[in-house]
Structure formats: structure tokens, C-alpha cells
């Protein structure tokens, strides 16, 4: 008999061949041409258009300079509802849902928190969509003993506005509080170790899900890291738990954590999978999304700038202008207030590891644009929006985060910059927190960073008082705080990035003194800024510029080069 690992190798190493579209797939129209997205700008090219937080402006790029686009949009699901229920009647490597269900059985469904997507759904949110179809099936099946759980690890609890939005108000009024509920990785007695894996893993998580005859997953895939086996060993998991993977050393070590086969931290995640799976019965749904987080009459936001045209340019004029005149906590409000328009272009059920895989191969064929070799500086504006401040403010920690981190590692093979390069990123970077939610965020900047930067140092002296304090923990249960240790994990999350960077430079940063903290330098335009990068370089140097948001990655072709 295979072993987990061998058994996940095999499931990787099938290739996948998109099928004509179905009822839960649009199969090969996912299969769009990269052609257009990459462009190499002229002396004449147009300026381009750069987030710099809740703002929008236009800088003018050298000549030369690799502008890397996202892929055309791949069309939706015509009926989500239909696809939902054809995957789980016709699930991968698992019997169909129907037949694991009996009366008297305990059955805990798990659905994302409020971390993903970015921007939230339009209403209805494809979960309500999956919840709506669950609960028939268990009412027509008698099982009566069902909970909800809002699987949040050591995110922030989610308020009941947020809940109703994603699971709509029948159900919110029909189960909340008691039976739809936040997941409280603190509370005592709310965890159970079920194991460890061959490395010594703990395997923790929240006793509800340990307990249950039957784990019903909902999952969107808005980037390839979510899903598959972290779903439920890191999204389910408490602090020792989290020991496993959320360390400065296994960051460092990814060449990309959207790379699943070049990432520690998802091998790490199905170790620990492979011990839930011998322990608990688990029935994933899994969902990918395309990249249509605009509105198609803002078609300027990922439109080649050298093709705009009138309507274009006064779209962009309006919003910039609009935006401008409004105090930040108010743009601020305004912009998380407008969803996105993703549409669902794959559902799969069944076996986790089955269905992650399938759900991957839509995820990389809407991201991902090759480029060949890497360049000298990268070049990112940087949105109001990641993960972990929904609704709140971007704090510098979240920043950090944000771009060495997540936009960093938007890549598979390669990084897109050299090692030893530069990354310019244009943002506002202000030193305001929300209190509320991010309390221990405020400790983590101004005493431990004005001490050290050394994420192996933070993790030895100072992520266990963090992770322990009653206070921080008391807001995190009964608040809405993230919890306590929570900065000391953002900060490792952009180790990768900063362990390969020579230099970071943000332009129009409005207090330089953040950027210091975090180890940043500061530009008041981004010609300063280049020349800055080019004193590094040695030389004129080459620049790319990926577009984001919406997400996309690069695969970037040839041999790694150092600067």
C-alpha cells in the first residue's frame, strides 16, 4: 500500500487534460491565451496606472520596461447550484455524499472565514450556495446533528453583518449563534491533538471537527495556497498546531508558497493532512474563481493603458478624482463596501487531495503568464486590500506582508526579480493600526521592531509571551482581535522575499520612519526611486512591472540570476 506522500506524488504527477465544459466545469475555455499580457513599453507608451493604497495614479515607466498583464477573463459557471450538486454526486475518489450520510451521524460543516475572497462575493456568496444545498441533504437524510463552523484559526471572529452576507439571513436566523459559530482555537477544552506526523508535527484541531462522524469542507480557492490539505490542518489548528509550518525557517525555504511543489509549508500541511485523513472522514468542496475583481465597465483597472480609449480615460479620471477628495477612513469604507465580480469556473468534491489538484489546474490557467528570465527591479503598486484587514486599515506590518509575502511570491519556478534585486512598491505606508482588530500589531511595531528585525530572534524571544498573553487572548475570544501572535506570523510570511531582496524602496511613503522600521528605504518619486535602484545595480536596470491586483502570477522562464 502507497504511503500518504507517495500517494499525493502519484495524484501530482497525473497530468490533467481540461475536459470540454461541464456541469461543474467550463473545462477547456479555461484554457485562455496568454497573448497581449506581457509588453515591453515604448518612449511614446502612455504612463500606467499604480495602486497606492485606497488611491489610483499614473506614473510614466522607462522605456523598456516589461509591463506583465493578466489573462482575459475566464468565462463562469452558467449555474453555480447545478455545478455544486453534480460535484457532489459525482465526487473524486470518494463515495457520492448522499451515501455517507445516515441518521444520527454527527456531521460538522467547515466554510471559509471572511480572509477570502478579496473583494467579497456578490450576494449570494457561492457558501450560502453550498450551505443551502447541505442542509436539504441532511434534513432529507435525518441527520439532525450538524453544527457550522467558521474555521478562523487565530484570524479575528467574524461580526454578523459579515456572517450574513456570506451565508445569507435564513440561515444566519435559523443557526446563529449555537449552531453557526466562530471557531474558538483558545477556548478550553475546544482542542484535541488526534497525532503527529513522521517529523513530529502536531496535529491539533478544534474538537467539534475531531469529534464528527462526517467533515464537510467548503472551500474557495482564491489563490493556489488556499485550499487542499491546509484547509483543515492549518485553518482548524491552534498555536502548537501552528508550529508545524508558521515559522521564519519554513518560509524561507518555499521558492514561492503559490508553487505547491516547491513549497514546506504545503508539505508540511499534508503531513499533517494524512494523519487527519486516517483519523476523520473528510468530503471536500472545493471552488475556483476567475480574476473579474472588477466590474467590466472598469475594464481601465487591467487594460493595456496604450488602449484606452475616451471612455477609459475619463473612468479612471472620475474614480481617481473621486477617490482623492474623500478622507482616507471614508475611501476606505467605500471600497471594501463594492464586491467583486469573480464568477466560478470549476467545482470539484471528494477526496482532498484528488480534488485540490483539479481545482489548482484552473487556478494556474487563469493566473499564470509566462515571462522569460528575471529582471533587476520589480515594480508593484500596491491596493487597500489583502487577507487580514478586511475592513480595517493596512497597517505597515500588513504591508510588509502584503508585498514581500504575498505579491513576492506571485510567481512559480523563479522569483520575477533577481536575487539581490530591488523591489519599488508605491503606497502611502502610514503608522495607523485599528486597535479592534489588530491590538497586538501596535506592541509588535514599536517595541520589538525598534529592537530587532531578525525573525529567528522574534520567534526565540518573543512569540510565546505574545502567543500567551491573557489580555490579547481575551480580546481574540470575546472581541474581534486578531490574535496575540498573529503579527509574529505576518512577519515570517514575507521572509522569503526578504531573504532574496538587496533592497526595498517605497515611494511616497508618508512616514518615512515606518519604512525604517521595517528595513525599507523611501522615494519621493518613483524617478528617485529608480535612480536609487540603478546605484544598487551597478547599471541601468532592467525593470519588471507586474500588474496587480487582480491576482495573477508569473512563470518565469530560464536560469536564476544575482544581482
Known amino acids: 500500500m502507497a504511503t500518504p506522500v507517495e500517494r499525493i506524488n502519484e495524484i501530482r504527477s497525473r497530468r490533467f487534460e481540461f475536459p470540454p465544459p461541464g456541469p461543474n466545469t467550463v473545462g477547456r475555455l479555461a484554457e485562455v491565451s496568454p497573448e497581449g499580457c506581457v509588453v515591453h513599453l515604448e518612449r511614446d507608451s502612455a504612463p500606467r496606472l499604480l495602486w497606492y493604497g485606497e488611491d489610483i495614479v499614473r506614473f510614466k515607466l522607462p522605456a523598456g520596461t516589461r509591463v506583465i498583464y493578466p489573462k482575459p477573463t475566464v468565462p463562469g459557471i452558467p449555474d453555480r447550484k447545478a455545478a455544486i450538486r ?23 460543516i467547515c466554510i471559509d472565514d471572511i480572509s477570502l475572497p478579496l473583494p467579497k462575493f456578490r450576494r449570494p456568496d457561492i457558501r450560502q450556495e453550498m450551505l443551502e444545498i447541505l442542509l436539504e441533504l441532511l434534513a432529507a437524510h435525518g441527520v439532525e446533528d450538524f453544527h457550522i463552523v467558521i474555521v478562523t484559526t487565530y484570524h479575528r471572529r467574524m461580526e454578523p453583518h459579515e456572517i450574513i452576507w456570506q451565508v445569507g439571513r435564513r440561515i444566519f436566523d435559523a443557526y446563529y449563534p449555537h449552531r453557526l459559530y466562530n471557531m474558538d482555537a483558545d477556548g478550553p477544552g475546544n482542542m484535541v491533538e488526534i497525532g503527529t506526523t513522521e517529523l513530529g508535527e502536531k496535529v491539533r484541531l478544534f474538537r467539534r471537527i475531531a469529534e464528527s462522524d462526517l467533515v464537510i469542507y467548503c472551500n474557495v480557492n482564491l489563490v493556489p495556497m488556499d485550499g487542499g490539505s491546509k484547509s483543515l490542518g492549518v485553518g482548524a489548528a491552534d498555536y502548537a498546531g501552528l508550529k508545524a509550518n508558521h515559522t521564519p525557517a519554513t518560509i524561507q525555504a518555499c521558492n514561492s508558497y503559490f508553487d505547491h511543489r516547491q513549497s514546506p509549508l504545503t508539505a508540511s500541511a499534508d503531513r499533517i493532512n494524512a494523519v487527519i485523513d486516517r483519523t476523520l472522514k473528510v468530503f471536500h468542496i472545493e471552488s475556483a474563481v476567475n480574476n473579474a475583481m472588477f466590474d467590466p465597465r472598469l475594464a481601465f483597472f487591467v487594460k493595456n493603458e496604450d488602449r484606452w480609449n475616451a471612455y477609459d480615460r475619463a473612468c479612471f479620471e472620475t474614480v481617481r478624482a473621486a477617490l482623492a477628495r474623500l478622507p482616507r477612513p471614508l475611501k476606505r469604507k467605500l471600497l471594501f463596501s463594492i464586491p467583486s465580480c469573480y464568477e466560478t469556473t470549476a467545482v470539484y468534491a471528494g477526496e482532498t487531495h484528488a480534488v485540490h489538484e483539479k481545482i489548482l489546474a484552473y487556478c494556474y490557467a487563469q493566473y499564470c503568464v509566462p515571462v522569460q528570465g528575471q529582471s533587476d527591479v520589480m515594480l508593484v503598486g500596491v491596493p487597500f486590500i489583502m487577507p487580514y484587514n478586511v475592513n480595517s486599515i493596512l497597517n505597515p506590518i500588513l504591508v510588509h506582508c502584503l508585498v514581500l509575502g504575498y505579491i513576492f511570491n506571485m510567481y512559480r519556478y523563479m522569483p520575477l526579480v533577481k536575487r539581490n534585486g530591488v523591489l519599488i512598491m508605491t503606497h502611502p505606508l502610514y503608522a495607523d493600526f485599528d486597535p479592534r482588530h489588530h491590538p497586538s500589531y501596535i506592541e509588535f511595531f514599536y517595541r520589538l521592531l525598534a529592537e530587532t528585525k531578525d525573525p529567528f530572534e522574534l520567534e526565540q524571544k518573543y512569540e510565546a509571551e505574545f502567543a500567551a498573553d491573557p489580555d490579547y487572548r481575551r480580546i481574540f475570544r470575546f472581541g474581534h482581535g486578531y490574535h496575540g501572535v498573529h503579527p509574529f506570523f505576518m512577519w515570517y510570511w514575507g521572509q522569503n522575499g526578504r531573504h ?42 532592467t525593470i519588471s512591472h507586474l500588474k496587480v491586483p487582480p491576482i495573477q502570477m508569473a512563470d518565469v522562464l530560464g536560469e536564476p540570476e544575482s544581482v
Open 500 to 541: 532574496h531582496l538587496g533592497k526595498v524602496i517605497v515611494v511616497g511613503a508618508e512616514d518615512p520612519r515606518a519604512a525604517e522600521r521595517l528595513g525599507w528605504e523611501t522615494a519621493a518619486t518613483l524617478e528617485e526611486a529608480l535612480e536609487m535602484a540603478q546605484s544598487h545595480v551597478g547599471r541601468t536596470p
Open 86 to 108: 453534480y460535484a457532489i454526486a459525482h465526487p473524486e475518489e470518494m463515495e457520492p455524499l448522499e451515501a455517507l450520510l445516515r441518521p444520527g451521524m454527527r456531521v460538522t
